[in-house]
C-alpha cells in the first residue's frame, strides 16, 4: 500500500488580513493529483486540520470537499486532531464517515485506536492518537505516573498490543524531539523552550515499535531520531522564514520487505 | 413507509443561563425510543437543527449522537437548514453521510433534490428544501418575478417536474399560513406582523403538488390549510406560553392507500 503523509493544514488560516482560503484549496487540488498519479492508496492528515478550534465555514466547506473528493478516488484517509482543532467539532460525522473508509481519531477516550489492512501476505496496522495532554490521559491509566506529554504517551503506547510482526504506523500530533536535538522549526509555530504552542516534547525513543510514525505539529518537513519518524511540514508555507524550504510530501511505500519505503 | 415528522431542535439552545443540553438530550432519546415501538423507516428533521450558526460543542456532539443512533437502527434521515442554521456548517459532511441513508440539504443550489423509495406499487419521492431567502432563489431563476419568500418557495416548485402518481413528501422550514390565517405561534419564536425571525409568510396552496408536507419553523405542533401540511412543533418547549400545550410527534403513513395517514 501507497500512503501520502500530510500535517498541519491549518484550513481557514488568514495572514494578517490575508484569507489563504484559495491558496489552500489550490494545495489540496494539487496533493489530490499526486494522489492520482502516485496511486495512493491511503492519505495520513497527522492534525493541525484547521487553524481555529471553531473553524470558519469556508474552512468546512474546503475538508468537506478535500474528504468527498478523496472518498470518490477510493482513497483511504487517517486524520487525527492536532491542538489547533477542536476535538469534538473535528470529531463530528466520524462514526458516520468510517463507511467511506475515513477514519478520524480527533476525541481520545483511553484506546490507542487501528485501523487494519491485509496488503498480500503483510497487515498493515494504522493507529491514530489525537492530539492529547497529560490531564486527558491520566485518568485512563491512574497506575501510571503521568506528568507530562512524554509520560502520556508512553502511557498510551505501553498499554496497546502492538504486534511486532505487522508493519505497524503511528498518526499523531505532538512535539517529538530526537536524542539531544529538537526539530528545527519553520518559524510559523509559536514557540517555548520545551514547548511548541504550549505542546511539550517527548521523545521519538517511543515510537520503537512503529515501521513508520506520521507527524505533525511542526511545519518544516524533517526526520526525528531516525528515517521513519517525520513530519510532513505544512503544505503551504505559513511564515517568511519558511520561504526558502521546499514543499515536498512524503510518499510512504509499505510492502513485504523488511523497511518502509520513503520517497 | 412510516415517517416521524420532526423540526426545530434548537440543539445548543440555553434559556437565560440555563443550558438545555441535557433536556435536549432526553428528548431525543424519547423520540429514539418511539422510533423502535412504531418501527419508523425515516425522520424528518424540518430546520432550526442548531439554536446557532456557530453551534456549540457540546450541540455538535448531540447532533453526531442522534444521526448514529438513527443510522444504527437503519433509519433513514432528512434533514434541512432552517433559518437558524449556517448553511455551511449542517452540510459538512452531507456528501458523505448519503451513504447511511442520511440525507441532508442546506444548501440551496437551485434545485428541489429528492430522494425517492419504492414501498410495494407506491414510489415515495422525499423533496427537501433547505431554508430559502428570495435573494438566495433568484439568481436560479432569472425568468421568474421572485420579490418575497412566496414568490420564492413558487419559483422553486414550479420549476420542479413532480409526479402526482407518486406519494410526494415535502420537507422544508418556512412560515406557512392558511388562507386567512396566520400559524399560532408558541410565544418562543421572534415575531413580526407579517413575519416571524425576519421569515415572511408564504400561502399554504403553492404545496398542492404534496401529499404530505413536514415543516418546521413554528415551535407549536399545528395544520396550516388542510390536514396534510403541519408543524411538528420543536419536542422541548422553549417558552412559557408553550408550558400547557402537550408536545407529541406526528406519524406519518404512507402507503398505497388514496391518502396519507396521520396520527
Partial sequence: ?????????????????????????????????????????????????????????????????????????????????????????LNYGSALFASNQIFISAVFDGTLHKQSFADGDTEIAIYMLPFVKASQVRHYFPDEDIRNYDDAVRAIIKNTVINRKHKNILVAHQFVAGREEDPALAGSESVGTQSV???????????????????????????????????????????????????????????????????
Fill in 197 to 263: 504552542g504550549l505542546v511539550e516534547k517527548i521523545g521519538y525513543d517511543c515510537f520503537d515499535d512503529f515501521d513508520y510514525v506520521a507527524l505533525g505539529h511542526i511545519h518544516s518537513p524533517q526526520k526525528v531520531g531516525r528515517d521513519e519518524i517525520r513530519y510532513s511540514g505544512s503544505p503551504l508555507k505559513y511564515s517568511l522564514s519558511e520561504a526558502n524550504n521546499e514543499k515536498t510530501v512524503p510518499l510512504i511505500n509499505v510492502s513485504a520487505e523488511e523497511s518502509v519505503q520513503i520517497e
Fill in 1 to 89: 500500500m501507497k500512503f501520502l503523509h500530510l500535517g498541519d493544514l491549518h484550513l481557514g488560516k488568514t495572514l494578517s488580513d490575508f484569507d489563504l482560503i484559495e491558496d489552500q484549496r489550490y494545495i489540496l487540488d494539487q496533493i489530490l493529483r499526486i494522489a492520482d498519479k502516485e496511486s495512493i492508496d491511503g492519505v495520513f492528515i497527522a492534525g493541525d486540520v484547521y487553524d481555529k478550534s471553531i473553524p470558519s465555514e469556508a474552512a468546512t466547506r474546503l475538508l468537506d470537499y478535500f474528504l468527498i473528493e478523496l472518498a470518490k478516488k477510493e482513497i483511504k484517509v487517517f486524520m487525527v486532531s492536532g491542538n489547533h482543532d477542536s476535538d469534538d467539532r
